[in-house]
């Protein structure tokens, strides 16, 4: 793109949606005209953004008859839909931020430090990955390219934010002695629920089979074995995850920490000896992901275990849109 790009930010209000205007504001995003949407109950509102005052409109089937560019979803599985294919069909490049398009074969999955590439071949939606997903791939990605995968364990250790703002009053309340049920069947403080999303017929939960396959897309290879436990732990922002990996060939630990020391995206934080491994209040507000606790899994061959954390609003969500965005205008 030549010109600036004209710009719509779609559920504008939520925790993702605020945070998608606060990291375009931080990067300093180029754009002509902002447009800011989001459901009936929101429309009216106004909300400062770089100085400026702007009110929310509802989204509608017109909404994008304007000369919009790029528009950023992050408004739910319903919403985007119904809403990205009209985006798509008047010449909008969607990038959504719900589960509804990220396994479609017709829709690229992105991570810009991943598979940058992939966004070429966009017919007017790309999709934005899981949050647990995203900051797991930006470390496997040059560890996949240099040792080959063959089997990933995922278990992680995810924050309320994840739940958008009713899991975070879940906790809150919880720590204040009130058990509320607004995001959680169980009550989230001083609790670990091994249970994010609904469960399938397989007895994985929808948030275990999304880390699964879209990793699986995301890295381009259907032939690493995956499983995965997904946990909601009470903490207000930043997942954490373990992660067990098993490799084709053999490595030295030397050279797997300077590998991601290199690789975009990574921050290595990994000196036991001195208590230094990556902490979900540390993440929190920042756009890398942490790497640390990075030692030889000794029961098998080739095997290696990592303690990966990153802030899932960020990260897991605006940032990674923001920078698809930036990638576009590229």
């Not at 605020?18 to 509102?45: C, D, H, Q, W």
């Not at 992901?289 to 899932?312: K, M, P, Q, T, Y």
Request: charged residues 25%; proline residues 5%; glycine residues 6%.
């Amino acid at each position: 793109m030549n010109k600036k790009p004209n710009l719509a930010v779609v559920g504008a209000t939520g925790l993702v949606g605020s945070t998608i205007l606060k990291v375009l504001e931080e990067r300093n995003f180029p754009f002509e005209n902002l447009y800011i949407m989001a459901s009936a109950n929101s429309a009216g509102k106004d909300i400062n953004f770089k100085g400026k005052t702007y009110t929310v409109e509802e989204l509608k089937e017109d909404s994008f008859d304007k000369p919009i560019d790029i528009a950023l979803f992050s408004a739910g599985g319903s919403t985007s839909e119904k809403f990205a294919p009209i985006a798509a069909s008047k010449g909008v490049v969607v990038i959504d931020n719900s589960s509804a398009w990220r396994m479609d074969p017709e829709v690229p999955l992105v991570v810009p430090e991943v598979n940058p590439e992939d966004i070429s071949w966009n017919k007017g939606i790309i999709a934005n990955p899981n949050c647990s997903t995203t900051q797991a791939v930006v470390p496997l990605k040059p560890l996949h390219d240099r040792y080959k995968l063959k089997r990933i364990v995922f278990s992680t250790y995810q924050a309320v934010s994840g739940s958008g703002l009713k899991g975070i009053n879940d906790l809150e309340q919880g720590l204040a002695g009130n058990d509320t049920f607004g995001a959680y069947p169980h009550p989230i403080a001083g609790n670990c629920l091994p249970h994010i999303d609904t469960f399938t017929e397989n007895g994985y939960t929808k948030e275990e089979m999304k880390m699964i396959n879209e990793t699986k897309k995301i890295l381009g290879d259907d032939s690493i074995r995956i499983t995965a436990t997904t946990v909601r732990v009470p903490v207000f922002s930043s997942h954490s995850e373990s992660i067990n990996l098993e490799f084709e060939k053999a490595f030295e630990l030397e050279d797997v920490r300077e590998l991601l020391k290199e690789s975009p995206g990574c921050v290595v934080m990994d000196e036991p000896a001195n208590n230094v491994y990556p902490l979900a209040r540390q993440a929190a507000g920042k756009d890398e992901v942490f790497i640390g606790r990075i030692r030889r899994d000794f029961s098998i061959e080739n095997g290696l275990n990592l303690w990966v954390v990153a802030d899932n609003i960020r990260k897991g969500a605006a940032t990674n849109a923001v920078q698809i965005a930036e990638l576009l205008i590229k």
